[in-house]
Every structure is written in structure tokens, then in C-alpha cells.
């Protein structure tokens, strides 16, 4: 696939300039983008995004060749989360395939009646912004609002299923992803030198909202030693617990983990997390948080 992007984009008059590693980058033709390439593309997987705010146009390589040249977009809403699944079970090398489900998936965010998919999220507050930035899709059989994994070379690796009606499990991921090799909003948050580590995926998305683009999330109480490589690459790790007796694990296995990182801790209010906080809450406690040190103690003073 590497050399059918490179010669797309020669075609089409974008020169790539290569940047290292598997991706290369070219000036944005979805906004006026002059002085610096702000556009990435994975040569392998032909993942896409534009880095500029003014822009952040992403996608697949399909999709940005429909956005370039044209024509019809096609849905298919009726994809259940079990497809994906299968998806998963049965490809070699199912990048590509997922992908393509992904788009068949996909809301139509201009279209006011398809939107409605996703009252359930608009009701705890998020925007359509900032679903559309995260690629939110429905899988309607199910009634599950689903949120697409990549890593942090923007490969996608799985599917969250998030319900919106009473059922159980709240969440579902599909079957063959391994989330202890990733963080949630790596793809995005490593060209950051700061990185605010969460829990759940939808901390991620409401912190961005709020105007940190740089959070990123476990899926888990759980911190496993490829996350933490994964930290390690920043140079300030500030700490985004729950606010119940299961967010402490990650303060300590961070704090454990990366010992000779500059940590801070933000004291989370009992009973909550980043997700269901106002933009204001949020930052307000960042703007508190407190040196590794200092959470001890505060720590050990509660717990006499």
C-alpha cells in the first residue's frame, strides 16, 4: 500500500516529505497550509491527520481520496458490534478491513436526524466536535455508541461499545484487542511534552474538550509496563485518578514506574472522574494538582 500512496499523492501534486519511521507528511489541501507539511500519513496503514487546530480533518486513506476527487460516500448503519468482532477474528491483517467498517459505521455529523444516534453522549455533555474529532460511530442492532482505538501510530486496534440503554455490560470491546499495549490518545497526545493520564476513554475526550488534547487513558484501573514505556516519552506526567478507592492503583504504579519523570497528581473529587466534570471543574483541579510528594502526604493524613 506505501507505494500506491506515495504515487496518489505525487499525482495530485502533494510531494511527501519524509519524517521518519512509517509516516511522511505533506501540506494540507483542506486548509491553507503554507509553511509547514501539517498533514501525516502513515504510509503503511494510510491513516491520515491534519495536526493544525484550524483543520484536524482525519480519517482513512479511502476517505481522503474521496474528499480530494470526489463522489458518493456510502453508509451501511446496520453493522452490529458482533461484526466487528468477527472483523477481528477472521482477518490476518485486519487494519484495512476495520477501516472500512469504521466508515460504514461512521454518524453523519451534518445530517441533524442521523445525529441523534448519539443523544445519549450529547447529554452528558460531550460536543459534536469533539465526537466527531474521536470518530464516534453507532452500531444501531446493539444500541451502542462506538469509539474507535488506534495506537500511537494511528493503526486502529479495536472498538469500545459504549450502551445507551439499561443493559449489561456498559462496555464492550471487541474480541483480539489487547488494551495493555496501549493508551487511548497516544496517536494525538505524543507530539505534547506534558501528559495527563486518565482512566476511561471518555476522560480522554472530555479533558480535550475542556483544552487538553494531550490526555491519555489506561482503559483500566490496571497499568501495565508497556504503558508505562509509553509515558516514559514524555518529559511531565500529571495524574488524573478517579475519584474512588480503584484510582489510587495507577497514581502508584505510575509514580512506581516512571521514577525519574517530573509527576503531579490531581486530587479528584470523591466519586468522580474527568468524564462526567464541567470544562470549569476540570480545570480548575489541573490547576491544583499537587507534586508526588505533597499527594502522600495529603494521602497518608486521610487514611489516620
Known amino acids: 500500500m506505501e507505494t500506491e500512496i506515495i504515487e496518489f499523492l505525487r499525482k495530485v501534486g502533494r510531494e511527501p516529505e519524509m519524517i521518519g519511521g512509517e509516516e511522511v507528511a505533506i501540506f494540507c489541501p483542506f486548509h491553507d497550509n503554507q509553511d509547514t507539511p501539517a498533514l501525516w500519513i502513515n504510509k503503511r496503514t494510510g491513516l491520515w491527520h491534519c495536526f493544525n487546530p484550524v483543520c484536524g480533518k482525519k480519517g482513512s486513506f479511502r476517505k481522503f481520496v474521496k474528499l480530494l476527487t ?3 460516500w456510502k453508509q451501511n448503519k446496520n453493522i452490529s458490534f458482533e461484526d466487528l468482532e468477527q472483523a477481528f477474528e477472521e482477518k490476518k491483517d485486519p487494519t484495512r478491513e ?9 454518524v453523519d455529523y451534518d445530517d441533524p436526524e442521523d445525529v441523534i444516534k448519539l443523544d445519549y453522549m450529547v447529554e452528558r455533555g460531550f460536543d459534536l466536535t469533539t465526537l466527531r474529532y474521536f470518530e464516534v ?3 444501531g442492532n446493539k444500541n451502542r455508541v462506538t469509539i474507535p482505538v488506534r495506537n500511537e501510530h494511528y493503526q486502529l486496534v479495536g472498538f469500545i461499545g459504549r450502551t445507551t440503554v439499561d443493559d449489561s455490560p456498559k462496555y464492550l470491546y471487541t474480541k483480539g484487542f489487547k488494551r495493555a499495549g496501549i493508551l487511548f490518545n497516544m496517536n494525538n497526545a505524543k507530539h505534547h511534552n506534558q501528559v495527563i493520564v486518565v482512566e476511561g476513554s471518555l476522560d480522554v475526550m472530555k479533558l480535550h474538550q475542556s483544552g487538553f488534547p494531550n490526555a491519555v487513558s489506561t482503559l483500566g ?5 508497556r504503558q508505562l514505556e509509553l509515558l516514559k516519552e514524555f518529559d511531565e506526567i500529571v495524574i488524573f485518578p478517579d475519584g474512588d478507592s480503584a484510582g489510587k492503583g495507577p497514581v502508584s504504579a505510575i509514580m512506581e514506574g516512571c521514577p525519574r519523570k517530573d509527576i503531579s497528581v490531581v486530587d479528584t473529587p470523591e466519586g468522580a472522574d474527568a468524564g462526567d466534570l464541567s470544562a470549569e471543574e476540570i480545570r480548575k483541579l489541573l490547576s491544583n494538582k499537587t507534586n508526588t510528594i505533597n499527594y502522600m502526604y495529603n494521602r497518608l493524613r486521610a487514611e489516620r
Open 70 to 72: 470526489g463522489g458518493e
Open 98 to 106: 476495520l477501516e472500512m467498517i469504521l466508515e460504514m459505521i461512521t
Open 137 to 139: 460511530a453507532y452500531s
Open 221 to 225: 484501573a490496571q497499568v501495565t509496563d
